[in-house]
Protein backbone atom coordinates (compact mmCIF):
# COMPACT_ATOMS: atom_id res chain seq x y z
CA UNK A 1 0.00 0.00 0.00
CA UNK A 2 1.56 3.59 -0.72
CA UNK A 3 0.39 6.86 -0.36
CA UNK A 4 -0.02 7.32 -4.09
CA UNK A 5 -2.47 5.03 -4.07
CA UNK A 6 -4.60 6.26 -1.08
CA UNK A 7 -4.29 9.78 -2.67
CA UNK A 8 -6.19 7.82 -5.68
CA UNK A 9 -8.79 6.44 -3.83
CA UNK A 10 -9.66 9.36 -1.87
CA UNK A 11 -9.67 11.29 -5.24
CA UNK A 12 -12.05 8.78 -6.57
CA UNK A 13 -14.24 9.20 -3.65
CA UNK A 14 -14.53 12.55 -3.64
CA UNK A 15 -15.39 13.31 -7.50
CA UNK A 16 -17.58 10.53 -7.62
CA UNK A 17 -16.51 9.53 -10.99
CA UNK A 18 -13.21 7.67 -12.16
CA UNK A 19 -13.36 9.49 -15.14
CA UNK A 20 -13.44 13.23 -13.21
CA UNK A 21 -10.69 11.64 -10.65
CA UNK A 22 -8.06 10.43 -13.39
CA UNK A 23 -8.69 13.84 -15.34
CA UNK A 24 -7.92 16.04 -11.78
CA UNK A 25 -5.11 13.63 -11.23
CA UNK A 26 -3.61 14.10 -14.62
CA UNK A 27 -3.56 10.32 -15.77
CA UNK A 28 -5.26 7.84 -17.52
CA UNK A 29 -8.20 6.09 -16.28
CA UNK A 30 -7.28 2.36 -16.83
CA UNK A 31 -4.35 3.31 -15.37
CA UNK A 32 -6.09 4.70 -11.73
CA UNK A 33 -8.48 1.76 -12.16
CA UNK A 34 -5.46 -0.50 -12.38
CA UNK A 35 -4.15 0.89 -9.35
CA UNK A 36 -7.63 0.81 -7.44
CA UNK A 37 -7.69 -2.53 -8.25
CA UNK A 38 -4.58 -3.40 -7.01
CA UNK A 39 -5.05 -1.72 -3.92
CA UNK A 40 -8.12 -3.42 -3.38
CA UNK A 41 -6.62 -7.30 -3.89
CA UNK A 42 -3.92 -6.08 -1.35
CA UNK A 43 -6.30 -4.86 1.18
CA UNK A 44 -9.10 -7.64 0.57
CA UNK A 45 -12.24 -5.30 0.59
CA UNK A 46 -13.82 -3.91 -2.21
CA UNK A 47 -13.56 0.01 -1.72
CA UNK A 48 -15.84 0.66 -5.21
CA UNK A 49 -18.43 -1.01 -6.20
CA UNK A 50 -18.66 -0.53 -9.86
CA UNK A 51 -22.46 -0.16 -11.56
CA UNK A 52 -23.95 0.60 -15.02
CA UNK A 53 -24.46 4.49 -13.22
CA UNK A 54 -20.96 5.23 -11.72
CA UNK A 55 -19.49 3.81 -8.32
CA UNK A 56 -20.82 3.32 -4.45
CA UNK A 57 -18.61 3.19 -1.76
CA UNK A 58 -18.77 0.04 -0.09
CA UNK A 59 -19.74 -0.06 3.52
CA UNK A 60 -15.86 -1.82 4.26
CA UNK A 61 -14.50 1.17 1.60
CA UNK A 62 -16.15 3.83 3.90
CA UNK A 63 -14.12 2.75 6.69
CA UNK A 64 -11.03 2.58 4.80
CA UNK A 65 -11.54 6.00 3.31
CA UNK A 66 -11.63 7.47 7.01
CA UNK A 67 -8.42 6.12 7.51
CA UNK A 68 -6.92 6.91 4.96
CA UNK A 69 -7.74 10.43 5.13
CA UNK A 70 -6.19 11.19 8.52
CA UNK A 71 -2.88 9.45 7.08
CA UNK A 72 -2.92 11.75 3.62
CA UNK A 73 -3.32 14.51 6.53
CA UNK A 74 -0.92 13.67 8.64
CA UNK A 75 1.66 13.05 6.03
CA UNK A 76 0.39 16.44 4.81
CA UNK A 77 1.31 18.26 8.29
CA UNK A 78 4.86 16.40 8.31
CA UNK A 79 5.59 17.66 4.42
CA UNK A 80 5.01 21.47 5.91
CA UNK A 81 6.77 21.05 8.88
CA UNK A 82 9.77 19.47 8.09
CA UNK A 83 10.55 19.16 4.34
CA UNK A 84 9.38 23.25 4.04
CA UNK A 85 6.65 21.91 1.58
CA UNK A 86 4.06 24.96 1.09
CA UNK A 87 0.59 23.84 2.36
CA UNK A 88 -1.53 21.31 0.42
CA UNK A 89 -4.77 22.96 -0.86
CA UNK A 90 -7.28 22.01 1.59
CA UNK A 91 -10.75 20.18 -0.14
CA UNK A 92 -13.70 20.45 2.26
CA UNK A 93 -17.55 19.67 1.53
CA UNK A 94 -21.00 20.48 2.40
CA UNK A 95 -24.33 18.99 1.09
CA UNK A 96 -27.62 20.69 2.19
CA UNK A 97 -31.18 21.79 1.71
CA UNK A 98 -31.62 25.63 0.89
CA UNK A 99 -30.46 27.06 4.26
CA UNK A 100 -29.49 30.20 4.60
CA UNK A 101 -27.82 29.54 7.67
CA UNK A 102 -26.08 27.00 6.01
CA UNK A 103 -24.43 29.39 3.47
CA UNK A 104 -24.03 31.51 6.68
CA UNK A 105 -21.46 28.86 8.50
CA UNK A 106 -19.82 28.53 5.37
CA UNK A 107 -18.87 31.94 4.99
CA UNK A 108 -17.31 31.88 8.93
CA UNK A 109 -15.39 28.70 7.79
CA UNK A 110 -13.59 30.39 5.22
CA UNK A 111 -12.83 33.28 7.64
CA UNK A 112 -11.64 31.25 10.20
CA UNK A 113 -9.42 28.85 7.94
CA UNK A 114 -7.67 31.43 5.88
CA UNK A 115 -5.33 29.71 4.03
CA UNK A 116 -3.88 30.70 0.97
CA UNK A 117 -5.06 27.72 -0.99
CA UNK A 118 -8.23 25.65 -0.55
CA UNK A 119 -11.23 24.40 -2.58
CA UNK A 120 -14.26 24.48 -0.60
CA UNK A 121 -17.95 23.28 -2.01
CA UNK A 122 -21.34 23.86 -0.66
CA UNK A 123 -23.86 21.70 -2.37
CA UNK A 124 -27.67 23.21 -2.22
CA UNK A 125 -29.43 20.23 -2.99
CA UNK A 126 -31.69 17.13 -2.87
CA UNK A 127 -32.28 15.53 0.20
CA UNK A 128 -31.72 12.20 -1.85
CA UNK A 129 -28.32 13.43 -3.23
CA UNK A 130 -27.02 15.08 0.65
CA UNK A 131 -27.51 11.94 2.03
CA UNK A 132 -25.50 9.66 -0.95
CA UNK A 133 -23.15 12.60 -0.46
CA UNK A 134 -22.18 11.87 2.73
CA UNK A 135 -22.56 8.09 2.65
CA UNK A 136 -19.79 8.11 -0.05
CA UNK A 137 -17.92 10.67 1.51
CA UNK A 138 -18.20 13.35 -0.85
CA UNK A 139 -19.81 16.03 1.97
CA UNK A 140 -18.12 15.34 5.51
CA UNK A 141 -21.45 16.74 6.66
CA UNK A 142 -24.91 17.30 5.41
CA UNK A 143 -27.65 19.40 6.54
CA UNK A 144 -31.59 17.89 6.78
CA UNK A 145 -34.29 18.03 8.94
CA UNK A 146 -36.44 15.48 10.40
CA UNK A 147 -40.31 16.19 11.07
CA UNK A 148 -43.03 13.91 12.94
CA UNK A 149 -43.85 12.73 8.87
CA UNK A 150 -40.33 11.80 7.78
CA UNK A 151 -38.11 10.78 10.97
CA UNK A 152 -38.93 6.93 11.45
CA UNK A 153 -38.18 6.66 7.17
CA UNK A 154 -35.06 8.72 7.54
CA UNK A 155 -33.70 7.79 10.44
CA UNK A 156 -33.79 3.90 9.25
CA UNK A 157 -32.63 5.04 5.83
CA UNK A 158 -29.46 6.93 7.28
CA UNK A 159 -28.71 4.09 9.85
CA UNK A 160 -29.02 1.73 6.27
CA UNK A 161 -25.95 4.05 5.42
CA UNK A 162 -23.98 4.06 8.55
CA UNK A 163 -25.08 7.44 9.24
CA UNK A 164 -25.68 9.45 12.08
CA UNK A 165 -27.98 12.51 12.48
CA UNK A 166 -27.16 14.93 15.53
CA UNK A 167 -29.94 17.48 15.40
CA UNK A 168 -28.75 21.41 15.89
CA UNK A 169 -32.07 23.04 16.77
CA UNK A 170 -35.78 22.31 16.55
CA UNK A 171 -38.49 25.08 15.39
CA UNK A 172 -42.20 25.33 14.82
CA UNK A 173 -42.93 25.40 11.42
CA UNK A 174 -43.15 29.19 9.39
CA UNK A 175 -44.57 30.00 6.30
CA UNK A 176 -42.34 32.33 4.52
CA UNK A 177 -44.27 35.00 2.12
CA UNK A 178 -43.36 38.62 0.74
CA UNK A 179 -43.80 41.74 3.01
CA UNK A 180 -47.00 43.07 0.10
CA UNK A 181 -48.89 38.87 0.72
CA UNK A 182 -52.55 39.94 1.39
CA UNK A 183 -51.56 37.49 4.53
CA UNK A 184 -48.56 39.14 5.88
CA UNK A 185 -50.28 41.45 8.80
CA UNK A 186 -51.65 38.08 10.57
CA UNK A 187 -49.57 37.22 13.57
CA UNK A 188 -50.13 33.64 12.57
CA UNK A 189 -52.22 31.62 9.68
CA UNK A 190 -53.99 28.72 9.51
CA UNK A 191 -53.25 26.15 6.57
CA UNK A 192 -56.71 26.78 4.72
CA UNK A 193 -55.94 30.36 4.58
CA UNK A 194 -53.06 29.36 2.17
CA UNK A 195 -55.73 27.54 -0.31
CA UNK A 196 -56.10 30.56 -2.93
CA UNK A 197 -52.18 30.76 -3.31
CA UNK A 198 -49.22 29.05 -5.21
CA UNK A 199 -47.33 26.66 -2.79
CA UNK A 200 -43.54 26.58 -3.69
CA UNK A 201 -41.22 23.44 -3.14
CA UNK A 202 -38.09 22.30 -4.10
CA UNK A 203 -38.11 19.79 -6.83
CA UNK A 204 -36.65 16.37 -5.45
CA UNK A 205 -35.94 15.14 -8.94
CA UNK A 206 -35.70 11.34 -9.36
CA UNK A 207 -36.14 10.41 -5.86
CA UNK A 208 -39.63 12.88 -5.87
CA UNK A 209 -40.91 10.85 -2.61
CA UNK A 210 -43.09 12.95 0.22
CA UNK A 211 -40.30 11.98 2.67
CA UNK A 212 -37.30 13.30 0.83
CA UNK A 213 -39.42 17.05 0.67
CA UNK A 214 -37.53 19.52 1.95
CA UNK A 215 -40.66 21.47 3.02
CA UNK A 216 -42.66 20.00 5.87
CA UNK A 217 -46.40 19.04 5.22
CA UNK A 218 -45.91 18.12 1.86
CA UNK A 219 -48.48 15.96 1.75
CA UNK A 220 -51.37 17.83 1.74
CA UNK A 221 -53.09 18.62 -1.74
CA UNK A 222 -52.92 21.80 -2.89
CA UNK A 223 -54.86 23.93 -5.88
CA UNK A 224 -51.53 25.61 -7.27
CA UNK A 225 -48.33 24.19 -7.05
CA UNK A 226 -44.45 25.53 -8.57
CA UNK A 227 -41.60 23.44 -7.74
CA UNK A 228 -38.50 25.29 -8.75
CA UNK A 229 -34.65 24.03 -8.08
CA UNK A 230 -32.86 27.03 -6.91
CA UNK A 231 -33.60 29.28 -3.95
CA UNK A 232 -33.50 32.95 -5.71
CA UNK A 233 -36.79 31.53 -7.85
CA UNK A 234 -38.53 30.94 -4.72
CA UNK A 235 -38.06 34.21 -3.61
CA UNK A 236 -39.10 35.61 -6.75
CA UNK A 237 -42.18 33.72 -6.82
CA UNK A 238 -43.10 35.01 -3.05
CA UNK A 239 -42.65 38.58 -4.47
CA UNK A 240 -44.21 38.12 -7.67
CA UNK A 241 -46.85 35.41 -7.81
CA UNK A 242 -48.07 35.81 -3.79
CA UNK A 243 -46.79 32.51 -3.36
CA UNK A 244 -45.56 31.03 -0.19
CA UNK A 245 -43.17 28.04 1.20
CA UNK A 246 -42.98 26.27 5.08
CA UNK A 247 -39.85 26.12 6.35
CA UNK A 248 -38.01 27.09 9.43
CA UNK A 249 -38.16 30.99 10.10
CA UNK A 250 -34.64 31.38 9.68
CA UNK A 251 -34.29 34.07 6.53
CA UNK A 252 -31.65 36.09 7.32
CA UNK A 253 -32.72 40.17 6.68
CA UNK A 254 -29.45 40.56 5.10
CA UNK A 255 -30.44 39.31 2.07
CA UNK A 256 -33.20 40.23 0.82
CA UNK A 257 -33.95 43.03 3.47
CA UNK A 258 -37.93 43.42 4.80
CA UNK A 259 -38.95 41.61 1.49
CA UNK A 260 -39.65 38.45 2.70
CA UNK A 261 -40.95 37.69 6.13
CA UNK A 262 -41.59 34.44 8.34
CA UNK A 263 -44.90 33.84 9.90
CA UNK A 264 -46.06 31.53 12.31
CA UNK A 265 -48.02 28.60 11.16
CA UNK A 266 -50.99 27.27 13.33
CA UNK A 267 -50.05 23.66 13.22
CA UNK A 268 -48.83 20.98 15.68
CA UNK A 269 -45.63 19.77 13.57
CA UNK A 270 -41.86 20.59 15.10
CA UNK A 271 -38.92 20.62 12.46
CA UNK A 272 -35.81 19.15 13.98
CA UNK A 273 -32.86 20.77 12.21
CA UNK A 274 -29.57 18.60 12.24
CA UNK A 275 -26.06 17.78 10.83
CA UNK A 276 -25.50 13.99 9.44
CA UNK A 277 -21.93 12.69 8.96
CA UNK A 278 -20.85 9.12 8.23
CA UNK A 279 -20.40 7.34 11.67
CA UNK A 280 -17.22 5.62 10.62
CA UNK A 281 -15.00 8.83 9.70
CA UNK A 282 -13.57 11.22 11.85
CA UNK A 283 -14.83 14.93 11.67
CA UNK A 284 -11.68 16.36 10.13
CA UNK A 285 -10.76 20.04 11.64
CA UNK A 286 -12.31 22.05 9.20
CA UNK A 287 -15.43 20.07 9.50
CA UNK A 288 -15.39 20.96 13.51
CA UNK A 289 -15.05 24.59 12.43
CA UNK A 290 -17.73 24.31 10.19
CA UNK A 291 -19.97 22.29 12.78
CA UNK A 292 -18.73 24.93 15.45
CA UNK A 293 -20.11 28.03 13.32
CA UNK A 294 -23.18 26.20 12.83
CA UNK A 295 -23.59 25.16 16.18
CA UNK A 296 -22.96 29.17 17.40
CA UNK A 297 -25.82 30.13 14.76
CA UNK A 298 -28.49 27.54 16.61
CA UNK A 299 -27.82 29.12 19.68
CA UNK A 300 -28.82 32.40 18.01
CA UNK A 301 -31.55 30.61 16.81
Not at 102 to 129: D, H, M, P, Q, W
Not at 169 to 198: G, N
Not at 226 to 244: E, T
Amino acid sequence: MTLQQLKYVLEVASKGSMNEAALSLFISQPSLSNAIKELEREIKITIFVRTNRGITISNEGAEFLGYARQVMQQYNMLEEKYMGEEKARQHFCISTHHYNFAANAFVELVKEFGSIEYEFTLRETKTYEIIEDVKNLRSELGIIYLSNYNESVMLNLLKERNISFSELFTTKPYVFISKEHPLSKKKSIDLEELDDYPRLSFEQGEYNSFYFSEEILSTRSVKKSIKVSDRAAIVNFMIGLNGYTISTGVFPKYLHGDAIIAVPLNVEEIIRVGTIKHKDVNLPRLGQIYLDALKKIAKEI
